[in-house]
């Protein structure tokens, strides 16, 4: 399967997506078709179970589709094509047979758009002191607050969304799948130093009626429900970290090949070809990482701690790899539309979202008994 998957990314990769990239970064879009054709050719059922239009797939079949769609060298694209993989989960985990079978298959499909927000404004770390509030009415729920940050925020056509429906802390918070046409939901674009052509929005709730069955596991039962997305949502940050730093070592490498400087080319000056080793081993490094952490994850086991450390370790990695690719593009590192210029302006992106390193140096310290 792997070699199969494997080439029909990179045909879709090379056909429908490089030749626009730079365009759409530049008009801070993508065409929501898009996902109907990564839909049509099975992408985003990747991984989703088969009963509600998934197709099976290992953590290993998910890494080689990371890397060919790495080749674009664009992650805001990814965030938001892929959007319901942190979207989708607690749905699959959380939703009634009936919920299920009426909204995953259109999302599977790229007939809808899935997104998941649990980020507010008064912060996005502490998840178990959210503020957003649901209270039950009869058959539906009364949302108030706000989320932010959220990708697919402006498009999503349903919304995973963390509340608190019960008191302080972990055990009070819910998950509801909120309807992107939901009576009191309003949405606001946000403006981003990278991930340009990504959709991410603020989410305002005023008084916005949700049906009670659109609860995602039982009521107060919501973190836990949402904790369990983290480990692969990390591990897929991780592989594009990793990919996209691996992006940057080909933009660079070709590039040192063909420039001349000082009547040879600028791999020739040891400065710059030491400067495309310690890239490759620190891509070579993190790829070894991510290969142990899938092995053990297609295994069964879900190691906490080392995703975390493999997270932070690939978002080091692509920083690196970006800031050393700029420099041998020289003044062209600077231009729009290279990988190098869009990876290092994307890069702060992976040391923040789905967890900033701060907050898993500390998970996993904790997992490591250290605490
Ligand atoms: C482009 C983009 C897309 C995103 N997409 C989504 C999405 O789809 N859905 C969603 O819900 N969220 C999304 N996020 C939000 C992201 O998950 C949060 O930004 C992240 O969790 C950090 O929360 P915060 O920004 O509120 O920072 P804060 O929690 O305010 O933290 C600020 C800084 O302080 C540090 N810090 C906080 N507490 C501690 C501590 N105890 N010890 C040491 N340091 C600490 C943090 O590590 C961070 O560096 C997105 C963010 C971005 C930038």
């Known amino acids: 399967m792997e070699e199969a998957l494997r080439a029909t990314v990179r045909r879709f990769v090379d056909q429908e997506l490089q030749p626009h990239i730079n365009d759409w ?12 054709q990564a839909g049509d050719l099975g992408l985003l059922a ?34 938001s094509l892929f959007s319901h993989r942190i979207g989708a989960p607690p749905i699959v ?48 729920y009364i949302v108030n607050g706000s989320k932010t940050f959220i990708t697919s925020g402006m498009r999503a056509d349903w919304l995973t969304v963390a509340v608190r429906t019960g008191g302080a802390g972990a055990g009070g918070v819910s998950a509801l799948l909120v309807p992107g046409d939901a009576p009191g ?26 049906p009670a069955a659109n609860l995602l596991g039982a009521e107060n039962a919501g973190f836990a429900l949402l904790m369990r997305n983290f480990n692969d949502e990390r591990l897929m940050l991780a592989m594009h970290a990793c990919y996209l730093a691996q992006a940057c070592l080909d933009e660079a490498g070709e590039w040192a090949r063909q420039r001349k400087t000082f009547g040879k080319a600028l791999v020739q000056h040891q400065a710059v070809r030491h400067k495309l080793v310690e890239m490759a081993t620190r891509v ?36 690196v790899c970006a800031d050393h690719a700029v420099q041998i593009l020289g003044g062209m590192g600077f231009m729009r539309g290279t990988v190098a210029e869009r990876v290092y302006r994307d890069v702060k992106v992976y040391m923040i979202g789905g967890g900033a390193e ?13 605490s």
Request: net charge negative.
């Open 358 to 370: 701060e907050i898993l140096n500390d998970l996993a310290a904790r997992q490591l008994g250290w």
């Open 185 to 210: 939901l309003a949405r606001s674009p946000l403006k981003k130093m990278g991930w340009w052509c990504s959709d991410t929005a603020e989410l305002h709730f005023a008084q916005c009626r949700v």
């Open 25 to 36: 970064e530049e008009a801070g879009v993508f065409p929501r078709a898009l996902y109907r």
């Open 46 to 79: 990747l991984g989703f179970p088969e009963a509600e239009g998934g197709i099976p797939a290992s953590y290993r079949n998910l890494q080689a589709l990371n890397e060919e769609l790495c080749r674009t060298g664009c992650g805001g694209l990814l965030a």
């Open 284 to 319: 070579e490094a993190t790829r070894a990482f991510i290969d142990s952490v899938v092995a053990r994850m297609d295994a069964g086991e879900a190691p906490v701690a080392q995703v975390c450390m493999l997270k932070n370790f690939a978002a080091q990695t692509m920083q």
């Open 93 to 140: 985990h959380g939703g009634s047979a009936e919920l299920r079978a009426r909204v995953l298959p259109e999302i599977f499909a790229g007939d809808k758009i899935s997104a998941l927000a649990v980020t507010e404004p008064g912060g996005g770390s502490d998840v178990a002191n959210l503020a957003t509030t649901a209270v039950r009415d009869g058959d539906h």
